[in-house]
């Protein structure tokens, strides 16, 4: 009965919500015409506690790619510096990206988990799309509501108090607020329905920093 009742709430939260796109921040659509990578997972194959280490290979691996592109023909000493402030801006990114996207996805979905990497002139995007229950995704919307008005270095020590009062709070964000403040980047998110009669949504959530 518990279950019945949990997934007709779903479908009336989804329901409510069919046919509508939700964008918040500074959400900038891929543009598949600029050079770009892009990394399927499926969270329903392999445990969450064995993706751990997938994450940071993955991860190191984009930021291995993408700064291929910002290449150097001598052993300028500037130069050298940028190319590994890219590597390691883009691998703690996409591995924060990644670990949020495998920690909240409704495993029971056979809808992918994909992390795309772009490169727009001296811009980086990294995008990773992630399938979530309905209910889910009005609490995410909430703490991203929040996030938005709110000063980044106040935020971030609220949400760390927050999580040492309770020890079980599923979500605290600390790593897209770290990805603002250390890296200034720029964030967005656009919520989509999956499919018409599903309780599930997908949840785009794009970081932009500048090289």
């Known amino acids: 009965m518990i279950k019945i009742f949990g ?3 779903e479908r009336l939260i989804h329901n409510n919500h069919a ?3 939700d964008i918040y921040g500074s959400f900038k659509d891929s543009l598949t ?5 892009t990394l399927e997972f499926s969270p329903s194959k392999i445990s969450l506690n064995n993706r751990w280490g997938n994450n940071s290979l993955s991860a190191n691996f984009i930021g291995d790619y993408l700064v291929t592109f ?4 001598n052993d300028n000493h500037h130069i050298l510096n940028r190319q590994k402030l890219i590597r390691s801006s883009v691998s703690y990114i996409a591995n924060e990206l990644l670990e949020n996207a495998m920690k909240y996805c409704d495993e029971t979905s056979n809808f992918p988990i994909t992390l795309h990497a772009q490169v727009d002139g001296d811009n980086i995007r990294l995008f990773v799309d992630n399938s979530v229950l309905a209910s889910a995704a009005e609490k995410f919307k909430n703490f991203i509501k929040e996030f938005m008005v709110a000063n980044p270095e106040e935020f971030y020590i609220s949400q760390l108090e927050k999580t040492a009062v309770d020890n ?4 605290s964000g600390l790593g897209f607020v770290t990805i603002v403040n250390d890296y200034s980047a720029k964030i967005g998110w656009r919520f989509q329905m999956l499919e018409r009669e599903s309780p599930l949504l997908t949840v785009t959530t794009m970081v932009e920093i500048s090289v």
């Open 7 to 9: 997934n007709f709430l």
């Open 19 to 21: 046919e509508k796109t």
């Open 33 to 37: 015409e600029k050079e770009h990578l």
């Open 70 to 73: 910002f290449p150097h023909e």
């Open 168 to 171: 079980n709070s599923k979500y």
